[in-house]
């Protein structure tokens, strides 16, 4: 292998958390980089994932404690996969220790952790990196090739959805541990909507409600988002909708798409069409009282078809990218910056209501 600009070979990487995130993610999604990546460092309070952790990587070496496991010299890259209110203190102190940091969502609990961290980035330049994976979905990518392909016409409502029915009794439905589906889902869709927003934010309308979920945490929200060029996105994520939708829906002046799962459904004005140049009348309707429609000549030729997403990337190519960062010099797609602007949407829809607690740092 010819010498990288940061290093040569697998990036060394420790993964701080072994839960659903760190053991049930992070691990698989290495595992199939083995050429970019090499696990050699774990950490979890749990001393029976650290038994598991070593089973399954001999090689590994597992701490019980992160601040043994940052002393690890052989560690360069540390996966920050612990529970949220513990990423800030985390990647904190990994980034002092001299490591990259590689932070999961939500990058924080508060805009205040979140700041904690954007001034941590530029003290120590081009050493942390957040895990915003979901900008590597599938159909997010398909779908904003589509919108940006100019086929739908001039973009003016896109709905986000990701709902279901859950009576969830863990960690993450509790306010004191950083719970809620504003800092479970929300990052993902948030960040989504931000992109597809496609101009700064200019109002934002929310609604927090517990409907089904077991903790004192929300877990159905609705948040529209209105951008300075008047277009609209209105996300909802929910614990408490027992039917469902599209996941996507994007509104055009010439047309719209849905999509469900990976299938696409799309409408649109036949692009071939050239419609004349006219203006509507004041004049007094017929006698038939129909509204006057142009002619025949000039009625919509629409294409209709349903296909699966495509798009060269998954979730998981985060990973790629981040090798292509650290070893290559490439930059990042996804910014500290970026990601405190959804901390700012979290923090604004938060504020005032009941949902509006400082999560306990630890015993939570």
Same mark, same amino acid.
């Given at each position: 292998m010819a010498r990288a600009k940061n290093g040569s070979g697998p990036i060394r990487v420790a993964i701080v958390g072994l839960g659903r995130a760190g053991w049930g993610m992070h691990c698989g999604e290495l595992d199939r980089r083995a050429d970019k990546f090499q696990i050699v460092a774990a950490c979890d309070i749990e001393p029976s994932r650290c038994q598991r952790m070593a089973e399954r990587y001999p090689h590994c070496t597992t701490y019980g404690d992160i601040t043994h496991l940052l002393q690890d010299e052989s560690v360069e890259l540390v996966s920050i996969a612990t529970r949220s209110p513990d990423h800030v203190p985390h990647a904190l102190a990994a980034l002092k220790a001299g490591k990259y940091v590689f932070v999961e969502k939500p990058i924080a609990v508060t805009l205040q952790g979140?700041?904690?961290?954007?001034?941590?980035?530029?003290?120590?330049?081009?050493?942390?990196?957040?895990? &915003?994976?979901?900008?590597?979905?599938?159909?997010?990518? &398909?779908?904003?090739?589509?919108?940006?392909?100019?086929? +739908? %016409?001039?973009?003016?409502?896109?709905?986000?959805?990701?709902?279901?029915?859950?009576?969830?009794d863990d960690w993450q439905t509790l306010k004191g541990c950083g719970g809620g589906q504003l800092l479970n889902w929300g990052p993902h869709i948030i960040d989504h909507a931000l992109r597809l927003l496609d101009s700064?934010?200019?109002?934002?309308?929310?609604?927090? %409600?517990?409907?089904?979920?077991? %903790?004192?945490?929300?877990? &159905?929200?609705?948040?529209? +988002?209105?951008?300075?060029?008047?277009?609209?996105?209105? +996300?909802?994520?929910?614990?408490?909708?027992? +039917? %469902?939708?599209?996941?996507?829906?994007?509104?055009?002046?010439?047309?719209?798409?849905?999509?469900?799962?990976?299938?696409?459904?799309?409408?649109?004005?036949?692009?071939?069409?050239?419609?004349?140049?006219?203006?509507?009348?004041?004049?007094? $309707?017929?006698?038939?009282?129909?509204? &006057?429609?142009?002619?025949?000549?000039?009625? $919509?030729?629409?294409?209709?078809?349903?296909?699966?997403?495509?798009? $060269?990337?998954?979730?998981?190519?985060?990973?790629?990218?981040?090798?292509?960062?650290i070893r290559q010099g490439r930059k990042f797609p996804i910014t500290i910056e970026q990601a405190v602007e959804v901390m700012k949407i979290v923090s604004q829809v938060k504020k005032g209501t009941p949902f509006d607690t400082l999560p306990k740092y630890r015993g939570c």
């Open positions: 979140a700041m904690k961290l954007k001034a941590a980035a530029a003290k120590y330049p081009g050493r942390l990196f957040v895990r &915003h994976n979901r900008r590597f979905e599938t159909e997010f990518v &398909h779908i904003r090739e589509v919108i940006d392909s100019g086929v +739908l %016409g001039k973009i003016f409502q896109v709905k986000l959805r990701r709902n279901s029915y859950s009576r969830r700064p934010v200019s109002s934002v309308w929310s609604n927090l %409600g517990l409907v089904a979920a077991l %903790g004192d945490a929300e877990d &159905h929200l609705k948040i529209i +988002l209105t951008g300075r060029s008047g277009r609209v996105v209105d +996300l909802e994520i929910s614990g408490g909708a027992a +039917l %469902g939708g599209p996941e996507w829906t994007v509104y055009g002046s010439k047309g719209a798409l849905t999509c469900s799962g990976n299938t696409v459904t799309a409408r649109y004005i036949d692009p071939a069409m050239k419609f004349k140049t006219r203006r509507s009348s004041p004049g007094t $309707p017929g006698m038939d009282g129909a509204f &006057h429609q142009v002619g025949p000549d000039e009625t $919509p030729v629409w294409i209709e078809k349903t296909y699966p997403a495509a798009a $060269p990337v998954s979730t998981d190519s985060i990973w790629d990218a981040l090798y292509a960062t």
